[in-house]
């Protein structure tokens, strides 16, 4: 890997490190909806429970990429410092553990195209916590307090 290489890589797992408050935020809104649930299930409306109930679920996605956003953001991390030494070592180790199917894909992916990769998945986070807080809010909105 060339020093623009190993750059990008330690500017991805930044990226990363701070995209993390927005997994926090979807992490927060499915605790409280799953909370709240939980102690009102049976005397809240129909609307407010689905709302809630919608928030838990989408928590179940947001949770999926999160994960797999805090393994990109440790593996570009380890690129970047040097730690794994290239990106067909890193190939043949998510191979052995599973995580990658070498059989299906014998060439190593280019470094461009595991960035544009991690992208999208950023943005498919983003939009799911999104349509949480959204959710979110139509419960809250719908909620009689009286």
Do not use: K
Not at 92 to 107: E, K, V
Request: aromatic residues 6%; proline residues 3%.
């Amino acid at each position: 890997m060339t020093d623009n290489d190993r750059a990008t890589c330690a500017a991805l797992a930044g990226l990363l490190r701070a995209f993390m408050v927005l997994a926090i935020w979807g992490f927060a809104l499915t605790c409280i909806a799953a909370l709240v649930l939980a102690l009102t299930l049976r005397s809240l409306p129909t609307t407010p429970a689905m709302g809630f109930g919608a928030v838990v679920i989408l928590g179940v996605l947001e949770r999926y990429f999160a994960f797999r956003l805090r393994l990109d953001q440790t593996l570009f991390g380890d690129l970047a410092r040097g730690t794994i030494a290239s990106l067909d070592a890193l190939d043949r180790a998510l191979d052995r553990l599973g995580l990658r199917n070498a059989a299906s894909s014998p060439s190593t992916r280019p470094l461009d195209d595991r960035v544009q990769g991690t992208r999208q998945l950023m943005q498919r986070h983003a939009i799911v916590v999104a349509c949480q807080s959204a959710m979110f809010l139509l419960a809250l909105m719908t909620q009689d307090f009286s």
